[in-house]
């Protein structure tokens, strides 16, 4: 794992702050119902009593569903973080609508979400925004102080994306999940695209939205079976 990456449990939601050249980074924000819990875990971090305290500068969002895009509007107006994301979720989060830019039937997507409050035990209510910054294939975040590049990576949603690190660190969102054998595909044909995607980049590890962070071998052992036609 590269340094300077802390992985915080929102609720069941893999939250990654990532220590930016003059400040912070942090990847997916969690269950709105894990606000107090993120703002305690985050003061904490940035106000190390050794150092000077540093400013929590962008929230990149790996994809528009609630559970990542929860605590967004709380961060900006507490910590002055701009929101980051994919255009292709973007109404995913200003008008609260899962379904929205998904192939998936309404009736799927709400099946899943009460799944996911049943399983994590946390409501998917969130104050909706308008994202600042429109994230795009290969762009690079140089200028937040991150040696990343940002990767298209559809199939989840529509605008999902990766955040892949020059030490081969893949943040890969909910493209693939490594808990309980459990995944959401709502484009097959997107997806299987994406994961060809990702077999062709140097990576090292993956860090998913839910679950443990795995290697790219055990990716290639575990998941790959199940995934390529
Ligand atoms: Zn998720």
Redesign the pocket.
């Known amino acids: 794992m590269s340094k300077g990456i802390e992985i915080i449990d929102v609720g069941g939601?893999n939250c990654y702050l990532l220590e930016a050249d003059d400040g912070f980074v942090l990847i997916d924000t969690g269950f709105s119902a894990k606000c107090m819990f993120l703002d305690e875990v985050l003061k904490k971090a940035l106000n190390k009593p050794t150092e000077v305290s540093k400013k929590l500068k962008l929230v990149i969002l790996t994809h528009g569903?609630s559970?990542?895009a929860g605590n967004c509007k709380f961060l900006r107006e507490n910590y002055g973080a701009k929101i980051a994301m994919h255009f292709e979720d973007s109404m995913m989060v200003e008008n609260g609508d899962m379904s929205w830019n998904r192939k998936s039937k309404p009736d799927r997507i709400s099946f899943t979400f009460r799944l996911l409050t049943f399983v994590f035990g946390k409501n998917s209510f969130f104050d909706t925004f308008k994202p600042d910054i429109y994230l795009q294939d290969g762009q690079n975040l140089a200028e937040y102080g991150l040696s990343v590049k940002v990767i298209h990576l559809p199939g989840h949603s529509k605008g999902s994306i990766g955040i892949l690190t020059n030490e081969g660190d893949l943040f890969c969102g909910?493209l693939i999940y490594n808990f309980a054998g459990f995944s959401y595909i709502d484009n097959l044909e997107d997806f299987s695209e994406s994961i060809n995607k990702l077999k062709k980049l140097s990576i090292n590890n993956l860090y998913p939205?839910?679950g443990k962070p795995f290697s790219m071998s055990y990716f290639n052992k575990k998941f790959m079976w199940r995934i390529v036609k």
């Open positions: 939601v569903d559970d990542h909910d939205g839910h």
